[in-house]
């Protein structure tokens, strides 16, 4: 667990192309801005029973407008199981960003929010 801890907070200090671990879903945050945003609260998306149950896998690209207070402003789903789609939104719109600053005034911002859904296989 410390080190999976290590990694997320080494990615996050990447900045751009950060991969997350979120359970059994994968997060990839691509940064659209010329100054990397830092992701500073994540709520992990949870694997919504009903699609493990039927065996849905696959992957949920969002587009995210952050507001120059750092709060998630709003979601654009480009792709995704619907059934994964709620699950994704329902978090990512609780993430809280460092507000990115231009010339010292906080501007809105945008990223791309990849979350891949894949079911762990049993043995």
Sequence with gaps: MAKRTAMILLALALGAGTLLWAGDATINISDESKQALKLVRMVRPQYPPEAKQAGIQGTVLLHVKVATDGTVKEIVVK??????????VEAVRQWEYEPVKLDGKAIEAST???VNFKLSEKK
């Design 112 to 114: 791309d929010v990849t």
């Design 79 to 88: 792709e995704g199981e619907p059934k994964l789609v709620e699950a994704t």
